[in-house]
């Protein structure tokens, strides 16, 4: 990780920092958070939702054996 300089007005931080502690977390994650957000999210989180999306679209049922995946199910058929 490197570390990013910012420059903003202590009563500015003063708050982001009363909020973060009320939130049981630090400035510093918030601001990692909301850049995450705003270049898209983190790519292993974007892996697992198509993923999830994948299995929510597969016409195969989940009855009592439980779901049977086949290969196709779960690669990308681009």
Request: charged share 35%; net charge positive.
């Amino acid at each position: 990780m490197v570390n990013l300089t910012l420059k903003i007005d202590d009563e500015l931080l003063r708050r982001a920092r009363i909020r973060a502690l009320e939130q049981g977390t630090s400035v510093n994650a918030v601001v990692r958070r909301h850049l995450e957000e705003f270049t898209g999210g983190d790519p292993r989180d974007q892996g697992l939702r198509r993923f999830l999306d994948l299995a929510g679209e597969t016409r195969t049922g989940s009855g009592p054996e439980g779901r049977a995946w086949r290969r196709d199910d779960l690669y990308d058929r681009c």
